[in-house]
């Protein structure tokens, strides 16, 4: 077994699991091994969903040690004890696709996109507008999934926006900062780290470690400024590059490391 850095391992139930020895909540052993996402684990077992040893368990904290365990499935299908290969993809979201496993109305979404790619038991962080476009990030690490996706772990974002009409810099100087400060909004705070105009068109810059409701759209729209087009470029350490609409790749060992460090950076806000 490779040497585990301590400081991850205290964040990851993997590298818990590893051992077969150490109790793990209930909730952690289904994310883990079926990829996804915290909440939607515990709210699989609180709805009964989920069997230890043939009998329906309902408390998502309840801790188990892989010794004591010798079947775990989930909606009648087995789930591996055995610790999963961990992998984190980009994938370039393209307009028009739906961030959402499935919608009746509308069959263009990137559960499906998954599913046909072969991603099984795969969730995603960084979720776009429909109309908008860019990296998302893919993984069976259910845990890296939650703390790259929840406002709490401040994971900087950073996206290039198009907008109908650009202020001349004094006033965009001025609604960036601005921006910095601050924008209420239906009872939201709506706040950049970051923020300039760059390249030919021009475009801005943003940089958010938020993730509320249309938040770029909203901002841009108390300065009556409208968004034409909206790219997701980074999640932390992780760039688009140059990835085409549509395509996938898959991390190296070297970024999974580094994108699990920036979580577990922020491990003193839970």
């Not at 991850?8 to 020895?21: D, F, I, K, Q």
């Not at 909540?25 to 996402?37: D, H, M, N, P």
């Not at 709506?190 to 909203?218: A, F, M, Q, T, Y």
């Not at 060992?253 to 699990?260: G, K, N, V």
């Amino acid at each position: 077994m490779r040497p585990v850095d301590v400081r991850l391992a205290g964040m990851y139930p993997y590298h818990m699991m590893e051992t077969r020895s150490q109790d793990v909540k209930l909730l952690q052993w289904v994310q883990r091994q079926s990829g996804v996402s915290r909440r939607k684990a515990q709210e699989l077992i609180g709805a009964g969903e989920v069997a230890v040893d043939g009998e329906i368990v309902t408390d998502p904290f309840l801790s188990l040690a892989a010794a004591s365990i010798k079947r775990l499935a989930l909606r009648g299908h087995p789930l591996s004890l055995d610790p999963p290969q961990l992998r984190v993809y980009r994938y370039h979201k393209a307009a028009g696709v739906l961030c959402s496993h499935d919608d009746p109305h509308y069959g263009n979404t990137v559960g499906r996109i998954l599913r046909a790619e072969g991603f099984i038991g795969y969730n995603w962080a960084g979720r776009l507008d429909q109309d908008a476009e860019g990296l998302i990030l893919l993984s069976n690490d259910g845990d890296l999934i939650h703390r790259l996706s929840h406002p709490r772990y401040q994971v900087e974002k950073s996206y290039r926006v198009w907008i109908r009409r650009l202020p001349r810099k004094p006033i965009m100087d001025r609604i960036l900062s601005e921006m910095h400060d601050g924008i209420v909004d239906q009872g939201d705070t709506l706040r950049i780290l970051s923020g300039k105009v760059e390249d030919r068109p021009p475009c801005v810059r943003l940089v958010l470690n938020e993730g509320k409701k249309h938040e770029i759209k909203r901002l841009f729209a108390h300065f009556d400024l409208s968004v034409v087009r909206l790219l997701r470029v980074a999640i932390g350490p992780i760039a688009l590059d140059r990835l085409p609409a549509g395509a996938f790749s898959r991390l190296d060992e070297a970024a999974m490391t580094s994108l699990r460090r920036v979580a577990a950076d922020n491990t003193h806000l839970d």
